[in-house]
């Protein structure tokens, strides 16, 4: 694999866009802090953008199947560099019409530009390296985030907004050269038949991969973390009346993620992917429900270093799994499926989140959630393993890496 030089283009236009992508989110932070004194301004703001994404999720994902995955790429790419310029003019004008321009402008493109990159990730390796490249991604995007963020502060601290900008578009730019230079072999079998089809069909692929459907459930499970993440971190700092403890919990979180993505491919040689997948679904949940004695700093800081080892061995297998159990041919609408989902979702739990934190407090939401977790595992694991007990064996495992 570390000979394919697709992987490495891959790895380092991750990190690259990713500084770009945590930049602009710095910048924006900025922008409406300044500008935009309500916050329920500030969530509308946000929430035009993932909406706008969400609405071409449909369109997406059958361009992504119709047409060549690079080219969708690419374009969206050029979109999502071009629509730096819309902050560059609210800016200038001090406008939140154009910065709410700029939100739907680079979420359309990102509703193209993603799903697409994982349709593409399939076709660069072998399926035996899926996880672990899944994994290494995945690790790289986590400190392009700590990077990207910590560049921002840096820059703000000595630079005006406008060079965090240029920064992310410079970025953007590179990535999309990076781009051009990937070569892989794309289908064209299926593309008549795709372009006569609707998004939809979607649907009855799922209907007949039970596996996808419980993969696609469990995923809701580290959502109900990760959607009120920032308000957990924000509630418990405020609990134990410390302000460094917020350092520290997305420190111990981060860590905790490499670690698991790193290691998830050994782990896969021991146990079959898909009795790991509900493992750490299962270990997800108990993190949620250790969040009980978040009163507690030294069980505050283990509840997440628990769950940054959990999901950040959860995803790699859950997008593997993703990545062979459905057809190629569908993976475009199937990945645009799935970003939509996750937009969806994350919005509900975030104000879920929000709505609890003020009627019960985080001590009895996290029990409901993690009730709620662990009851989903109990019945998608047994009911799968009823319908499937061979896939209890490693001999099974070829069927997915």
Request: contains cysteine; aromatic residues 14%; proline residues 3%.
């Amino acid at each position: 694999m570390w000979n394919n030089k697709n992987v490495w283009i891959l790895l380092l236009g991750e990190f690259v866009a990713g500084l770009g992508l945590w930049m602009g989110i710095i910048g924006n932070l900025e922008f409406m802090q300044k500008y935009v004194p309500s916050d329920f301004m500030k969530s509308i703001i946000l929430f035009l953008g993932l909406l706008a994404g969400v609405l071409v999720g449909p369109l997406a994902g059958t361009i992504i199947d119709t047409y060549s995955k690079k080219k969708v790429l690419i374009y969206s790419g050029i979109g999502r560099t071009l629509s730096v310029l819309f902050m560059f003019l609210a800016l200038y004008y001090e406008s939140i019409p154009f910065m709410i321009c700029f939100m739907v402008c680079i979420q359309v493109s990102a509703a193209f530009y993603f799903p697409a990159l994982q349709a593409v990730i399939p076709l660069i390796v072998e399926e035996k390296d899926l996880i672990q490249l899944n994994g290494v991604h995945m690790n790289v995007s986590t400190i392009s985030r700590i990077a990207g963020t910590a560049l921002a502060g840096v820059l703000l601290a000595v630079m005006n907004i406008e060079f965090l900008y240029i920064g992310s578009m410079v970025a953007y730019a590179l990535i999309l050269v990076t781009t051009f230079v990937m070569q892989f072999e794309e289908s064209t079998s299926n593309r008549t038949t795709v372009n006569k089809s609707s998004f939809t069909e979607i649907l009855p692929v799922l209907k007949r991969t039970p596996i996808v459907m419980s993969a696609l459930f469990l995923t809701t499970i580290p959502m109900l973390f990760l959607g009120g993440f920032n308000l957990m971190v924000i509630n418990i700092s405020e609990l134990q009346e410390d302000t460094a403890i917020k350092g520290l919990l997305y420190t111990i979180e981060g860590i905790s993620f490499m670690l698991g993505a790193f290691f998830v491919k050994r782990l896969t040689h021991l146990f079959h992917p898909i009795k790991l997948m509900f493992i750490f679904a299962f270990v997800i949940s108990i993190a949620h429900l250790s969040l009980f004695f978040s009163d507690v700093k030294i069980m505050a800081l283990i509840s997440f270093g628990i769950f940054g080892l959990g999901v950040g061995c959860f995803f790699p297998i859950a997008a593997t799994i993703f990545q062979t159990k459905i057809e190629k041919e569908f993976h475009g609408r199937f990945f645009s499926f799935r970003n939509m989902l996750d937009r969806v979702m994350f919005q509900i739990v975030l104000l879920s989140t929000g709505l609890l934190l003020d009627i019960i407090g985080i001590k009895y939401m996290v029990v409901i959630f993690g009730f709620f977790s662990l009851t989903a595992v109990c019945y998608f694991g047994l009911n799968y393993f009823k319908q499937h007990p061979g896939e209890n064996s490693l001999d099974s495992q070829e069927k997915i890496v």
